[in-house]
């Protein structure tokens, strides 16, 4: 029997590359490593979960021997890969073991960066990046009042929104001037904070966090300016670091992400990367749509075919139930110029280009109806 195809992580890009890998080839013997449970979930419903009263144990869709099961796989949980030998086509796992591949995939996903803060209270800030991590969190929740949230991107309002339907007062806090300043203009971030302060969340923009302390209420956080404010959670929302190290380790090109061509294929012949962890063709996009596409790609390279990766405009939907948004950004331009037309109601944010494409786009509120008119015309993000 031939070496297995090996696929490292249980997240988005692991599972649905094993399960596009399948529809292709029945017979390769595939073999999935995981740090976590293994039980498939959508990430995404971390961040509204609250509001679906959902359990951490809800979450999972299938369980992992179910998962093994349909894909016609083994699958070892809780275990870590602790380093690649490329010349050997073989891993080391962390108990010791060692695992023979043909062909390695790498789902490796990112790690949530951590702030460089004062104060005896650091260790205990949370952040939600998988089930496990939820689990915590929810756990946590219980008996809280008052949540400050560092990061007032994506991840952060979404946690805030999802609060609110606990009945808990979520405090903002971000250095940026505006929520979502990465991704849309100024305008647009102002009006969606007005609808998520109108439904109670507490933004402090502006003004970086510098300490967390214990206090009597559970935390004391001091702002830039001085000012300090007290919550009985901490969570932490300030962005995600692709997870090079291994493959660093291992030999292969990495930059911001695990570097691969538009065949998800790695500096190696033999190793490849998709989902949170790579960079493709230099685009490191840590969204649900991109993996889907590089799964189908990537499964039908290790199938044998040929394929290369292209990205139409993938707009992402953003889950502020408080404010519909739909949002596709201009990707590395932080200084795009956009057109906008807004009302009380609704908000329509263009970036047009010098011929008169369409670069980028913000809908929120009732102008989220929009989507169908105006996605479709989007510039695709990889030709
Ligand atoms: C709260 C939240 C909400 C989000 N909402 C949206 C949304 O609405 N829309 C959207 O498009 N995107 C959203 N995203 C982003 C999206 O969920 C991610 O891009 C996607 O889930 C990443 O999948 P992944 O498989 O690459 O990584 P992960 O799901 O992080 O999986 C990585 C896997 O690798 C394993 N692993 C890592 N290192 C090792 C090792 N050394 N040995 C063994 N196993 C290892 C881990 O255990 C894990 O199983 C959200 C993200 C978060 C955190």
Known sequence: MSEPVVIVGSGLAAYNCAREFRKLDSATPLTIVTRDGGGFYSKPMLSNALAGNKTPQALVMKPVEKMAEELNATILTRRSVVSIDTQRRQLQLDDGAALAYRDLVLALGADPVRLQLTGDATPEILSVNDLDDYARFAERLDGVRRVAILGAGLIGCEFANDLLARGIEPVVIDPALWPLSRLVPQQAGAWLQAKLAAAGVDFRLGLAASAVARSEAGYRLTLADGSELEAGLVLSAVGLRPRTALAGEGGLAVARGIVVDRQLRSSDAHVYALGDCAEVATLNL??????????????????????????????????????????APVLGQSDAQWQIEATDTGLLARSVGVAGELLGLVLMGEATKQRQQFAPNLVPWLA
């Open 286 to 327: 840590p969204f649900v749509m991109p993996i889907m596409q590089q799964a189908r790609t990537l499964a039908a390279v290790l199938a044998g075919g040929i394929a290369e990766l292209a990205y139409p405009a993938m707009p992402v939907v953003v889950k502020t139930p408080a404010c519909p948004t739909v949002v």
